[in-house]
């Protein structure tokens, strides 16, 4: 039987062929007009996305880079920072700042969970930066960035910074309205194409921040990046055939809005959202228990397999029969979860395909499965949802 590779992985996500011969083609200098061209409008068109009008900058790194980059620009030795963690990559902030000399107060939620306002309320004073995620991947939580912001605005001197890398394009964030002084987001989730690029916005208040951070920072000196992007230049060789994939992914984004990339970014995130209820809907239907049920992203959903079966072998099932990828739990949630992201290129009938693969692989590691129960009540939700808004099922793509 021939099996497609599909990858149903939190990042990365599957490519956007319009992104794919972009990046085939683009043999460009990047000490070129036509290079400064392309990083310019691709620096104009991210801000859309965003949904901001701070500066933008794109690193050549994986979405980690910008999260060092947040701490060691912002930060400098000894500062209280607070880092909001519910999963493994909130734990990554616990690492970097503490590799970076900060004073770190953790305020954790259990895994699957997100944390109290109240908790981060009574933490959060002289806190120089508050660390967060905009939906834990690990988990499939979703935070309220615009709960934590509030409380960060209502501080002197703190910074926010929010690791988006797959919320952005799959969840809605007023950046400046909210107050966000540093959102990050990574190429190899929504925007379609390969790892190897981090973005990044960043508020007037941080860039002040730099200027007296004392935290030590060379290839990511934001600083200096910032004086060469806005002149469509990078401080290093920049990843050329990546921003060009970028900019084609930008562009068939603008056009799923008609012309208008905010509305575009708005109908990719719906788009989410939609696969994101169906998958739950598919699972529940199959008695299974979400693992983020409370504060669901629309990023990744984790599913919690039953307790006589190891999810790896569900995900390895999915991969050798299916050429399907999906992602096992991390760290202690190994064997416990699987988790299928809904990010980026990704649209309904990879729903309808991921819950029909779902039946077949719990059926064969000897769940009690009745086919087409998870199929039936996707293809039911998806009827009833078109039906009381067309729109939903109209978007090209
Ligand atoms: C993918 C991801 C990252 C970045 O990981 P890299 O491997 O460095 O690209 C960070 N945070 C979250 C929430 C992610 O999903």
Redesign the pocket.
């Known amino acids: 039987m021939l099996r497609k590779t599909r990858l149903f992985t939190?990042?990365p996500t599957p490519l956007l062929p319009a992104a794919q011969q972009a990046m085939a083609f683009y043999d460009m200098h990047h000490r070129t007009a036509d290079f400064r061209a392309l990083l310019t409008r691709t620096l104009a068109d991210l801000k859309e996305f965003i949904g901001t009008k701070n500066d933008i900058l794109i690193l050549a790194?994986?979405?980690?880079?910008a999260?060092e980059a947040s701490v060691s620009n912002l930060t400098s030795p000894g500062d209280k920072v607070l880092v909001l963690t519910a999963g493994k990559?909130g734990e990554?902030w616990t690492g970097l700042a503490k590799a970076y000399g900060c004073a770190v107060e953790v305020l954790s939620a259990p895994y699957g969970e997100t944390f109290s306002l109240d908790e981060v309320k009574s933490k959060i004073s002289g806190a120089k930066v508050v660390y967060m995620?905009?939906?834990?991947?690990?988990t499939g939580a979703r935070h309220d960035v615009q709960g934590v912001a509030k409380l960060v605005r209502a501080e002197t001197d703190c910074l926010l910074v929010v690791?988006a890398?797959?919320?952005l394009g799959t969840t809605h964030f007023d950046v400046d309205g909210w107050g966000v002084d540093f959102i990050?987001g990574?190429s190899?989730?929504a925007l379609m194409i390969p790892?190897g690029l981090?973005y990044c916005a960043v508020s007037e208040k941080a860039w002040q921040r730099m200027e007296t951070a004392k935290n030590p920072r060379f290839y990511f000196d934001l600083r200096k990046e910032r004086k060469s992007q806005v002149k469509g230049e990078t401080a290093y060789t920049p990843a050329t055939t990546l921003i060009a994939g970028m900019g084609a992914a930008l562009t068939h984004i603008r056009q799923m809005g008609n012309g208008d990339l905010v509305e575009g970014r708005k109908a990719l995130i719906d788009s989410a959202e939609m696969c994101a209820e169906l998958t739950r809907v598919a699972a529940t239907a199959l008695g299974l228990k979400l693992f983020a049920a409370k504060f669901p992203a629309a990023?990744v959903t984790a599913i919690t397999v039953p307790e006589n079966i190891d999810s790896s072998a569900l995900v390895k099932d999915f991969r050798e029969s299916f050429g399907a990828v999906v992602a096992n739990g991390q760290g202690e949630m190994k064997g416990k979860l699987i988790r299928v992201a809904h990010l980026g290129y990704y649209d309904y009938l990879d729903t309808v395909a991921f819950a029909a693969g779902l039946e077949q692989v719990l059926s064969r590691a000897g769940a009690p499965v009745v086919f087409g129960t998870a199929v039936k009540a996707v293809q039911e939700a998806y009827a009833r949802k078109t039906a009381a808004k067309p729109e939903l099922a109209g978007v090209k793509s």
């Not at 790194?61 to 880079?65: A, E, N, P, Q």
């Not at 995620?133 to 690990?138: D, R």
């Open positions: 939190p990042g790194s994986s979405g980690t880079g999260m990559f990554r995620q905009g939906t834990e991947t690990s690791d890398i797959t919320g990050i990574g190899q989730k790892p981090a990023a």
